[in-house]
């Protein structure tokens, strides 16, 4: 099970963070990921992390902007997000799976949590 916390409303150019916390087993093990899914369109990958946080990814619309951390020992991943824009506004969703910038590599997920930017 994954969780997702941290969304909300902000305007744009601020900061967020959103969170997700696993209850998995050996959650380590897994790669974990962000995508987001905006109103109307499809899920797309925002960030990913390996297991061992030794790598990440990034879509080409947030590099710079967002940073995907974790601590396995917390059994949680981090996006925060910096300089928002009103395009982000999205749910963004949690997995863990196999690293990969696709979502059919990915097991397990969140619920998502709403993020809102406002111009």
């Known amino acids: 099970q994954l969780i997702e916390s941290g969304g909300g409303l902000v305007k744009a150019g601020a900061s967020l963070n959103v969170s997700c916390r696993a209850s998995i087993r050996f959650f380590s093990t897994y790669a974990a990921a962000w995508f987001r899914q905006a109103p109307g369109k499809e899920r797309i990958f925002v960030a990913a992390?390996?297991?061992?946080?030794?790598?990440?990814m990034y879509a080409d619309s947030v590099k710079g902007r967002f940073t995907i951390s974790r601590d396995n020992d917390q059994n949680m991943v981090t996006l925060q997000m910096n300089s928002l824009k009103p395009e982000d506004t999205a749910v963004y969703y949690c997995?863990?799976?196999?690293?990969?910038?696709?979502?059919?590599?990915?097991?397990?997920w969140g619920q998502g949590t709403q993020v809102t930017v406002s111009s």
């Open positions: 992390i390996t297991r061992g946080a030794g790598d990440t």
């Open positions: 997995a863990a799976g196999a690293y990969s910038n696709m979502r059919r590599h990915y097991s397990y």
